[in-house]
């Protein structure tokens, strides 16, 4: 076990872990963050991830003592229920979940991708998104809502 | 008046408030209002068990009684209501479905209305929230809505003494109840009934709102939960954290039908944070301080197993099913003449469906939350049936199910009997065994190799066709495979956890020959739907073809199986539909025209003329006149009555298949939706769109493989599943409502039919009929050989 100081959507913290820990589980356990999720925890399916240096990144394959001192934004960073971010608005406005489970990969992800790509095509869009699982299946609504939030964002 | 807005900014205080309640810290909320629910857990009495007669596992002591509007509906002095229902979230919607239909029963602001779903120590028993079931149940005249309307007529009733007027003279209305001639004369339900019980049963003659005066019911109403799920606000099951709480994880056996042999427990001493390891007959699990301890100690941990039961060749194990003994024969229908109709017909065609075992393969893994101590025992899960778990998580704790108390709380989406009651089983014992609460969420791989699979099906059609190319005669005859299943109140052997603990799955019953049918039940959809389904005279089914007989043969799987979304009559309908085509191709018949000339139910009539005319079908038989060369495109048509009259489908498919590569891409779907009244239409769209996607998913790469051994599809590079970044279809939903008529099932509708409009829409691309799941391109590319070397022989 030791101390590490992580800065998770602004505010530092310090969890006292065996360094090996993937960083979801202090994220979720340690700091009791509800975005990131655990769901194959073998970087295949998007659920736990969060954005470091612009990249989305899958927490749940990441050691937490890599990313110490880095700042790292999770679902919960973008916005809040008063005033949710404009790709969050975009899922509210178009319904795009059912179960809800995967939303944090989808957003997530399409976030790092629109900062770097604010004008996608579908098939780049879809590319971007070619790692991410939805097993509801809310596809067609996803994309909606990303293609929203990308001409919202880049007004 | 617009629909109201319960998401977003403009969300109001009040539904904010709901929603934190109901999301995000429902354990607060049930502690702060105790004193409202305190009075409601009144035994079950005769009445109780009469009113749940429907459901098989009704007779739950502790349920709140059904036939008590208390049971279903508080109302507080500030005029905020409560209802409480046993059909709970799974995603799909249904709990702002329930909290619109309360709402507009009872006339009050949607904002107002909060929703308790399935908690045993508030919610009445409803059995599993399955099976198309909930729309049904709760959407009639019964339960949770004839509870809001008798609510709505007692309030009514109460007003007028304290108004002056009698009950005819007075409007409910923004929950309030208002002298209709002169409306500033108003009581409001706080003033009327606030706090206090109702202590009234369930009138069956409460009148119901009428479907003209729907205001928030059938409206496109946001989901309650979208802002908090889409800002990462959400508590799922997975997110619960109690005070004092540690983490386990279980070491599952390394193959099928592995005992324990022996655990060396010395091979994790003195790991950091490990708390205990536990054993219980073949049950073996860890118990730490951190959940990353726990899964590193379950990983080290030294377990000794046998060496296993075996498993049949992947290669053969259709065939062994179909010869498989012994079996349990069920007729669902027999005209007694389909051999001799047979032998008349003009034409006799035969064809062989196969549908393998799928996984529901949940996003997230598996998870729970199990508080066993000092003689009680709390779990938090994200089961299906509440009140069934507390039942059988009681037999495997050894205690008497009064003791225990199952809080629903969501998992990711389930799609059916997923890993939810085993982990529930799994975090009970492990907490029991170190007298704290311990959560704990299976591995992928536990969760893939272990969970109760969709079944899977040999099917073998028969038709008979007379000379002017009718259908006379219909014999569909299948296997299927099960073992375990729902737990149900009394079996925690129907799932790996329990069986490993030492409780036996449920036995399985053999019967052969299969009895007479003796009434009509197309509850699996194994009856097609163009035969008339006749039993002892009276005709029940949705088709004209009288010379009929339905065979099934169920054997035993040697795999966990258990409900996968739409379960068998996703299977039956790839084989009926899929068959229906063959035969119209040979009768030389336009799909769509020959359907209709065999059906006699106006609802299918109505659901395959809707998604026609949508789709812009044109007239033709299949396969489509072109050449089969490089890219081929072509299109499908499926339909079904739902477990005969549970819902109305019809899809259309139009796809894409490269007949160099076998590949397979879906470009449009259109699909006619039919579940009577619509509650939501937004809410339906996205089922049936979900749902359209998961059975092409299903249709297209789903499929559990296995040695043998063990299972081999055990994560997301050996399940395969089409990903967010394929090219999704264009999909349209055709919403057929019916608001005379009883509310339906909704949510199984689409996936019933992808796999055999996929199917049908291959065969009229490329003229090849390819009769197994998964449509993989090397299972193409195969069947296109053999055709073009037959063509050529």
Known sequence: MSEIALIVNGQPHKVDLDPTTPLLYALSDDLGLRGPKFGCGLGQCGSCTVIIRGQAIRSCITPVQSVAGV????????????????????????????????????????????????????????????????????????????????????? | ??????????????????????????????????????????WGTEETHTAFGQFATGLTPGS??????????????????????????????????????????????????????????????????????????????????????????????????????????????????????????????GELIGGQKFTLALDP??????????????????????????????????????????????VRPPAVGATVSAVDESSVAGMPGLVKVVVKKDFVGVVAQKPWQAIQAANKLKVSWTAGSGLPKQNDHYNLMRKQSPSRDALSVDSGDIEHTLASAATVLKATYLHPFQMHGSMGSSCAVADVSNGKATIW?????????????????????????????????????????TVSYDAALLSQAVGKPVRVQLSRKDEMAWENYGNAFVMDDR????????????????????????????????????????????????????????????????????????????????????????????????????????????????AHECFMDEIAASAKADPVAYRLRHLTNPRVIGVVQAAAKAANWQARPSPKAQSRTGVVSGRGMSCVAYEGDNGYSAMVIEAEVDMNSGIVAVKR??????????????????????????????????????????????DWSSYHTLPLGFAVPQVEVVLVNQPTE?????????????????????????????????????????????????ATA
């Open chain 2, 1 to 42: 008046m617009t629909a109201p807005r319960a998401g977003g900014p403009q969300m109001s205080q009040d539904a904010r408030d709901a929603f934190e309640r109901s999301g995000l810290s429902r354990r607060s909320f049930l502690k702060t209002s105790g004193a409202l629910t305190v009075g409601f857990c009144v």
């Open chain 2, 205 to 250: 003659a409460a009148p119901r709102k009428p479907y003209s005066e729907w205001t928030i019911l059938g409206k496109p109403v946001p989901r309650l939960d979208m802002p908090a799920l889409a800002t990462g606000r959400f508590e799922f099951v997975h997110n619960v954290k109690v005070p004092g709480m540690l983490h386990g994880a279980v």
């Open chain 2, 669 to 714: 779907v259109v699909v006619a939706v039919d579940c009577g009244p619509i509650s939501n239409p937004d809410g339906l769209r996205n089922q049936s769109e979900g749902g359209a996607l998961q059975g092409i998913s299903r249709a297209l790469m789903e499929e559990v493989t296995w040695d043998d051994h063990k299972v081999t599809s055990v």
């Open chain 2, 381 to 421: 899960s994200a089961t299906q049936g509440n009140w069934m778990l507390r039942g059988s998580a009681a037999i495997l704790l050894g205690m008497n199910p009064e003791d225990v108390r199952v809080i629903f709380t969501r998992g990711a989406g389930c799609y059916g009997h997923n890993g939810a009651d």
């Open chain 1, 71 to 155: 700042e790292i934004t999770t679902l919960e960073g973008l916005g809040t229920l008063e005033k949710p971010h404009p790709l969050q608005q975009a899922f509210i406005d178009e319904q795009a979940a059912q179960c809800g489970f995967c939303l944090n990969a989808v957003i997530m992800t399409a976030k790092a991708f629109l900062d770097k790509n604010p004008k996608p095509t579908d098939a780049q869009l879809q590319q971007a998104l070619s790692g991410v699982l939805c097993r509801c299946f809310t596809h067609v609504r996803m994309f909606r809502a990303i293609q929203r939030a990308a001409k919202e964002l880049s007004r």
């Open chain 2, 64 to 189: 709140p009684p059904a036939n008590q509007v208390d049971s279903w509906i508080s109302i507080a002095a500030d005029g905020s209501v409560t209802a409480y229902t046993g059909k709970q979230e799974l995603g799909q919607g249904i709990v702002t479905a329930q909290a619109q239909l309360v709402a507009e029963e009872l006339c009050v602001p949607l904002a107002r209305v909060t929703v308790i779903a399935a908690d045993t120590a508030f919610s009445p028993d409803q059995g599993y929230t399955s099976g198309s079931q909930s729309h049904p149940t709760n959407f009639n005249h019964a339960y949770l809505a004839q509870a809001a309307a008798t609510a709505r007529q007692a309030l009514v009733r109460l007003a007028a003494p304290k108004l002056g007027v009698p009950p005819e003279q007075l409007t409910a209305r923004e929950g309030a109840v208002f002298v209709t001639a002169s409306p500033a004369k108003h009581v409001s339900y």
């Open chain 2, 463 to 574: 038709a008979g066709l007379d000379a002017q190319g009718n259908i006379i005669a219909w014999e569909h005859e299948s296997w299927s495979a099960v073992y375990g299943n729902r737990p149900g109140a009394n079996r925690p052997g129907n799932v790996i956890t329990g069986l490993l603990a030492g409780f036996e799955p449920e036995p399985f019953r053999a019967q052969t020959p299969a009895p007479p049918p003796r009434s009509y039940n197309n509850n699996g959809n194994a009856i097609p739907s163009y035969v008339a389904g006749c039993v002892d005279g009276t005709c029940s089914g949705t088709g004209s073809i009288k010379s009929e007989r339905v065979l099934t043969h169920t054997v035993v799987s040697p795999f966990w199986t258990g409900p996968l979304r739409s379960p068998a009559r996703l299977q039956n309908t790839f």
């Open chain 2, 742 to 790: 009883r509310a339906t099932g909704a949510g199984e509708l689409a996936i019933t039919l992808s796999a055999s409009a996929l199917g049908n829409a291959i065969f009229d691309a490329t003229g090849v009929r390819i009769r197994e799941i998964p449509f993989t391109p090397a299972r193409l590319k195969a069947a296109f050989a053999a055709a073009a070397s037959k």
